[in-house]
């Protein structure tokens, strides 16, 4: 599965690698500090999907990388 979003139409194109290569759009329903709902529903009886996608901090995206003991060295 591969995703991509469009920031001009604000929305979440979603590909699937498998036997169905099925594509999905999801439309952007909530922007608050951070995070970002996307929410894509094919209509009556079909099911409704939820993608969202929290910024994480930038010290957490640097400290991601290191072991627990390097991390603890630092301490």
Do not use: W
């Not at 010290?59 to 991601?64: E, G, K, P, R, T």
Request: charged share 20%; with cysteine.
């Amino acid at each position: 599965m591969v995703a991509y979003y469009d920031t001009a139409s604000q929305r979440v194109h979603v590909y699937f690698g498998d036997k169905t290569q099925r594509v999905m759009d999801l439309s952007l329903v909530r922007h608050e500090q951070g995070c970002l709902s996307f929410l894509a529903a094919g209509g009556p009886g079909l099911p409704i999907y939820r993608l969202t996608h929290q910024l994480l901090p930038t010290n957490v995206l640097h400290n991601a990388g290191r072991s627990d003991t390097q991390s603890r060295r630092r301490q």
